[in-house]
């Protein structure tokens, strides 16, 4: 209201933004036998740090089991491939043979798929992991940051953990809760984007 009594004031055009929606997403079960593995990575900061977070379920969207871990240095990119190498790392650790990645970074999505992008220093593990994975049914595939919230609560949540520290839950955290069961009833997110609104300029 502040702004508004300014522009009238002195006669200057209002911009507005309205926010309209945009593209809704939901979470998706995999099929049967197949274990789906949500991803994220999330770094902030001038000097990022990076965290990341993955959560597996199956096809009745029985919950498997959940990570989140803080990994230090990392730019956005970075965090993004540790997210997806860590959960590929747990599914051998769990002996999983059937499983469905599911990320928001089209760059993990068009490395798995087309081998490139890949940030040069972490080659080498992407390299141990794409291994691990053509000896199993897996696939990787993208979805869009509001299909994929719970993954993005768990990323944030190991911004919060001491450096290079790892959380493992068998069982869900109650920060998760409420996104789980929504997901589980194949309830959408939605997209918002603002739309600047001016007025005409008079002559």
């Known amino acids: 209201m502040l702004d508004y009594h300014?522009?009238?004031l002195f006669d200057?055009?209002?911009?507005?933004?309205?926010?309209t929606p945009t593209?809704?997403?939901?979470?998706?079960?995999?099929?049967?036998?197949?274990?789906?593995?949500?991803?994220?990575?999330?770094?902030?900061?001038?000097?990022?740090?990076?965290?990341?977070?993955?959560?597996?379920?199956?096809?009745e969207c029985n919950f498997q089991g959940a990570l989140c871990s803080n990994i230090g240095y990392a730019t956005s990119l970075e965090a993004?491939?540790?997210?997806?190498?860590l959960a590929i790392e747990k599914a051998q650790h769990l002996g999983l043979t059937n499983i469905c990645l599911e990320v928001d970074s089209i760059?993990?999505?068009?490395a798995f798929n087309k081998g490139f992008g890949v940030p040069w220093r972490m080659r080498a593990r992407w390299h141990n992991c794409l291994q691990f994975c053509s000896g199993i049914r897996?696939?990787?595939?993208?979805?869009?940051?509001?299909?994929?919230?719970?993954?993005?609560?768990?990323?944030?949540?190991g911004q919060g953990l001491s450096c290079f520290s790892t959380q493992w839950w068998p069982s869900p955290p109650s920060f998760i809760i409420s996104l789980l069961h929504r997901d589980s009833l194949g309830?959408?997110?939605?997209r918002l984007a603002?739309?600047?609104?001016?007025?005409?300029?008079?002559?």
Do not use: Y
């Not at 993004?80 to 190498?85: I, N, T, V, W």
């Not at 897996?138 to 949540?157: F, I, Q, S, Y």
């Open 6 to 8: 300014v522009t009238k």
């Open 12 to 19: 200057i055009p209002l911009k507005v933004k309205r926010l």
């Open 23 to 59: 593209h809704t997403a939901a979470w998706i079960p995999p099929s049967p036998g197949v274990v789906k593995i949500n991803c994220d990575g999330s770094a902030i900061g001038s000097q990022p740090s990076g965290a990341v977070g993955f959560v597996l379920r199956d096809s």
């Open 80 to 85: 993004e491939f540790s997210a997806c190498m």
């Open 107 to 110: 760059q993990v999505v068009n």
């Open 138 to 157: 897996c696939a990787c595939v993208h979805t869009l940051r509001e299909g994929n919230m719970v993954a993005d609560a768990l990323a944030k949540n």
């Open 187 to 190: 309830l959408p997110f939605t």
């Open 194 to 203: 603002s739309l600047d609104f001016s007025p005409p300029c008079l002559a």
